[in-house]
């Protein structure tokens, strides 16, 4: 029977800053239960801690690094680089762990801890659940000896590494010459490797969000809030925008007009022409109960099956693994392209689309709009205390609204994994009939959450 976990969410463990759960304590603890967990056989064991740029990264890499040091593991600081760097290095390592800090597009008050396996997947809730309850055990006497304890070291090729990774994934034979390209790196983990990826393969480079100073991460730029990046596509005359968020496990983009390119078109597009070139694995990709229906219908279209998880790009990960898909994402923009990494890889993914667009010779404005999504609203609710989901009247309600819609649309209310909110999606034919079902719902689950 699996425990049940309290710390970690859908994206590993995340909060608040020097504040219950994401204090140098819990962090501390985590590093000893982790490392105890991971240690394995007689050889000398390591793991990689990698982080984004908020300010709280350097209260919580050395209390993480002490306790994995504690638990007898050597650690390999890499500093600033994306969550996928972080995942392909531990595998490349041959680490027994990887740590990434970071509470991706969340704002600098906010971190995070996301845990990959020697694999560089990230860790499964039975694995979470176990370290969860080592964290909750007494560890005196399971520490390491004195003489047994590990040592820190940085790796400072690291960045380097990945560079060379990324550009491997791109066709070989093409360039990007001739292309301008805005690159919003939020100002966040990516800030240098990313532009560098895209100069090194020839584009004119135009970026945005490269001055991290630990607190203006996220702040009015990258994936969540493109629009200093499509207001600056439009002043330079660009070919594409791309935006990042603070960890570049994500990417949104948009073409030369300024119009936003979300995760399913980019999803719609990777498909499409890894099955026009015989790689796409299963004549199948996954994403999530978010992902438009209009992305499923134009993948049928196309003779691809979409497998939908719930919501996270770990979830996500796990249904490719089980199916053998190698192309899946979210609408959002966490892209999985497992034939070069092993989570959402933001920059990897605009480099499948760059390839297309080279191929192909066309604006984004034509070659990214696969498919009309048909009308789609998403309001969250926030609440204090229990769930408001439990309550009867907002079981009457959602019932209510899937009677309404009666099969020619969906309906997705999930609890946040991240934070105290209640995300209310609805879809269908007539954009009218879904404001009006989003804002009842709403309504019912907020006075549950009042009246709790």
């Known amino acids: 029977m699996t425990t049940k976990r309290h710390l970690f969410g859908t994206d590993g463990i995340r909060g608040t800053a020097n504040a219950d759960p994401m204090t140098a304590e819990t962090a501390l603890r985590l590093g000893q239960a982790a490392g105890l967990l991971f240690t394995r056989g007689a050889h000398r064991h390591r793991v990689l801690i990698g982080k984004d740029t908020r300010l709280s ?5 050395p209390a993480l690094t002490a306790g994995f040091i504690g638990a007898g593991m ?41 845990l990959f396996g020697p694999d560089g997947f990230k860790l499964s809730d039975a694995t979470e659940a176990e370290i969860e309850a080592l964290m909750a055990s007494d560890l005196s006497g399971k520490l390491a000896a004195p003489g047994k304890l590990g040592r820190a070291a940085r790796l400072e090729d690291a960045a380097g590494r990945y560079i060379e990774a990324a550009k491997a994934s791109f066709p070989r034979g093409l360039r990007l010459d001739g292309l301008r390209i805005v690159v919003d790196c939020a100002h966040g ?4 490797v990313a532009p560098t990826v895209l100069w090194e393969l020839g584009a004119d480079v135009i970026p945005l969000g490269v001055a991290p100073d630990g607190f203006n991460i996220n702040r009015e730029c990258g994936s969540t809030a493109p629009d200093a990046m499509r207001a600056e596509v439009r002043r330079q005359g660009a070919h594409l925008g791309l935006a990042l968020d603070g960890d570049a496990d994500r990417l949104i983009l948009c073409d030369e ?59 996500v990960a796990e249904k490719m693994r089980a199916i053998g898909a190698n192309v899946g994402g979210e609408q959002s923009g966490h892209m999985i392209l497992s034939d070069y990494a092993t989570t959402g890889d933001g920059l990897l993914a605009a480099l499948q689309v760059l390839a297309v667009l080279v191929e192909q010779g066309k604006p984004a404005s034509e070659a990214m709009r ?5 009308p789609q609203l998403l309001r969250s609710v926030r609440y204090r205390g229990a769930s408001p989901l439990a309550s009867p009247a907002v079981r009457a ?14 309906l ?21 009939q879904v404001e009006r079902l989003v804002e ?11 009246a709790a």
């Open 57 to 61: 990264g350097y209260m919580l890499e």
């Open 74 to 114: 050597d650690v390999v600081l890499v500093g600033p680089l994306p969550t996928p760097a972080i995942a392909m290095l531990t595998r490349s390592l041959r680490a027994d762990l990887g740590v990434m800090l970071s509470a991706s597009h969340n704002p600098y008050q906010d971190n995070g801890i996301k």
């Open 189 to 192: 983990a990516a800030y240098r």
């Open 257 to 315: 007009t300024g119009a936003v390119i979300d995760g399913d078109q980019i999803l719609a597009l990777i498909a499409r022409t890894w099955r026009e070139t015989g790689r796409l694995a299963g004549g199948a990709a996954v994403a999530t109960v978010m992902s438009n229906l209009g992305l499923e219908r134009f993948l049928a279209g196309q003779g691809i099956t979409l497998h939908r998880t719930q919501v996270g790009d770990r979830y």
């Open 370 to 374: 696969l498919f009309a999504p048909l």
């Open 397 to 410: 309600a959602i019932a209510e609204a899937e009677a309404s819609l009666a099969g020619a649309g969906r």
């Open 412 to 432: 997705v209310i999930r609890p946040s994994g991240t934070e105290p909110v209640v995300r209310v999606m609805a879809e269908g034919e007539d954009a009218a």
């Open 440 to 450: 009842m719902l709403c309504t019912r689950i907020a006075e549950a959450a009042d």
